[in-house]
Nanobody, 120 residues
C-alpha cells in the first residue's frame, strides 16, 4: 500500500491550499481516509476524515468550517481543501487509510507527509 500526499507549500495566513493523497495497492473505495498533521515539536493529531461507505466526514474542532475533505474513488484520491489558513496550521500533513467506518479510529496505512507552512 502506498499513500502519496502532495500539494504542500508556503501560503500566507488567510490563504488557501489543497492537498491531495493518491492511494495505490488497496481497494480505495473500501477504505476510510484521514488527514493528520504534526506541527514542529508536537505530536501528530487528527485533522479530519471521510468514511468509505457514505463519504461522511468528521473534523477536529479547530478546522471545522475552514477545511473540507473529499474523495474521488475513480481516481483513488482524497483531498484536503484548507481555507482561511492560520500560522498555527504550519505542520507536516499526512494522509492515512483504515478499513473501519469511524474516521477517528486507528489507521492502518500512512503516507509520507507534505509540509505546509503558513506565514503570518
Amino acid at each position: 500500500v502506498q499513500l502519496q500526499a502532495s500539494g504542500g507549500g508556503l501560503v500566507q495566513a488567510g490563504g488557501s491550499l489543497r492537498l491531495s493523497c493518491a492511494a495505490s495497492g488497496l481497494t480505495f473505495r473500501g477504505y476510510t481516509m484521514g488527514w493528520f498533521r504534526q506541527a514542529p515539536g508536537k505530536e501528530r493529531v487528527f485533522v479530519g476524515g471521510i468514511s468509505w461507505s457514505t463519504s461522511r466526514t468528521g473534523y477536529e474542532d479547530s478546522v471545522k468550517g475552514r477545511f473540507t475533505i473529499s474523495r474521488d474513488n475513480a481516481k483513488n484520491t482524497v483531498y484536503l481543501q484548507m481555507n482561511s489558513l492560520k500560522p498555527e496550521g504550519t505542520a507536516v500533513y499526512y494522509c492515512a487509510a483504515r478499513r473501519g467506518l469511524d474516521v477517528t479510529g486507528e489507521y492502518d496505512y500512512w503516507g509520507q507527509g507534505t509540509l505546509v507552512t503558513v506565514s503570518s
